[in-house]
Nanobody, 127 residues
Framework: VLLVESGGGSVQGGGSLTLSCEVS????????LSWFRQVDGKEREGVAG???????RYTDSAKGRFTISRDNAKNSLILQMNDLKPEDSAMYYC??????????????????????WGQGTQVTVSS
């Protein structure tokens, strides 16, 4: 399974960005698909995740501002980010788990749930 992110960039506070993740490999091999972010020196944080039924879960700081969507037919994952804040600045990673992994509830936001990771795309939000 190969994950390739795109869509990062620099934006002013209050702006929007859309991150995309192209997933190669059979969709039957994949359970969770989620977005994580990491700032240098800090732990990787789950931002938004979906299980194989496309049920979504968000970290508290993302609720109401971010929307995750998954297209199993196109093997893609999208993160629409609105009302961005400087504290959203980070490297954003797409992650996928094996199909036999449990990823309900908070498991979709735990890094140890995931087996495959993209290289990341940088998001920088200025005040």
């Amino acid at each position: 399974v190969l994950l390739v992110e795109s869509g990062g960039g620099s934006v002013q506070g209050g702006g929007s960005l859309t991150l995309s993740c192209e997933v190669s490999g059979s969709s039957r091999m994949i359970g969770c698909l989620s977005w994580f972010r990491q700032v240098d020196g800090k732990e990787r944080e789950g931002v938004a995740g979906t299980d194989s039924e496309s049920r979504a879960r968000y970290t508290d700081s993302a609720k109401g501002r971010f929307t995750i969507s998954r297209d199993n037919a196109k093997n893609s994952l999208i993160l629409q980010m609105n009302d961005l804040k400087p504290e959203d600045s980070a490297m954003y990673y797409c992650a996928a788990s094996r199909g036999d992994r449990y990823c309900g509830g908070s498991f979709a936001l735990r890094s140890r749930t995931f087996d495959y990771w993209g290289q990341g795309t940088q998001v920088t939000v200025s005040s």
